[in-house]
């Protein structure tokens, strides 16, 4: 069974790169603008200084433990020395 391929089955196309339009399937997609927010509005702003307020808090929470532990190492050096 010998069966004749026309130009179409021969050629080599990649069907994935090429942008298809017709009836409401999405064409080439723009990443340069897909990551960006395009209306900043009041509860953007308040979730993003929510959030870097959280992020100070723990960095705050974290150094006061550090000085604890400090103070605490400290003061166990002193007593250790004054034997």
């Given at each position: 069974m010998n069966f004749n391929k026309g130009v179409g089955?021969?050629?080599?196309?990649?069907?994935?790169?090429?942008?298809?339009?017709?009836?409401?399937?999405?064409?080439?997609?723009?990443t340069a603008q897909a990551h960006t927010r395009q209306i900043y509005d009041r509860s953007y702003?308040?979730?993003?200084?929510t959030k870097k307020n959280k992020e100070i808090?723990?960095?705050?929470?974290?150094?006061?433990?550090?000085?604890?532990d400090l103070n605490k190492d400290n003061q166990v050096f002193l007593q250790l020395e004054k034997r």
């Open positions: 089955m021969s050629a080599n196309i990649k069907v994935f790169e090429r942008p298809v339009t017709h009836q409401g399937v999405p064409g080439m997609k723009n702003y308040i979730t993003a200084l808090v723990i960095e705050t929470n974290k150094s006061r433990k550090e000085i604890e």
